[in-house]
């Protein structure tokens, strides 16, 4: 089993940046695909980037290309999300998900492990 934590939310003004991380403990042995994913007030849980266990493949949800990366660093047990160039419709809380593979995954409903959530706030 594998534990998340994610961290580096905040309050921004659209336009800004934050960087959020995702701390892995446990299982950490495994081989993990990871994603991002958010949720909005009223709203389902969406994808936002997704890597596969090497970091060699990433896949974005449409609205965020070109102003999010999903990274990770194997040797840390951390995946990254930098996050540039924010709307105020990026709002959500934002979680961090691990599956056992090696391959990429796209669904929510195939993750196995999440984190807690870190909230971005982006003000007009």
């Known amino acids: 089993q594998v534990q998340l934590g994610e961290s580096g939310g905040g309050l921004v003004q659209a336009g800004g940046s934050l960087r959020l991380s995702c701390a892995a403990s446990?299982?950490?042995?495994?081989?993990?695909?990871m994603g991002w994913f958010r949720q909005a007030p009223g709203k389902n849980r969406e994808f936002v980037a997704v890597?596969?266990?090497?970091?060699?493949?990433?896949i974005y949800q449409d609205s965020v290309k070109g102003r999010f990366t999903i990274s990770r660093d194997n040797a840390k047990n951390t995946v990254y999300l930098q996050m540039n160039s924010l709307f105020p419709e990026d709002t959500a809380v934002y979680y961090c998900?691990?599956?056992?593979?090696?391959?990429?995954?796209?669904?929510?409903?195939?993750?196995?492990?999440w984190g807690q959530g870190t909230q971005v706030t982006v003000s007009s």
């Open positions: 998900a691990a599956r056992e593979g090696f391959s990429i995954y796209l669904r929510s409903d195939e993750y196995d492990y």
């Open positions: 446990g299982r950490t042995d495994k081989i993990y695909g």
């Open positions: 890597i596969n266990w090497n970091g060699i493949t990433t």
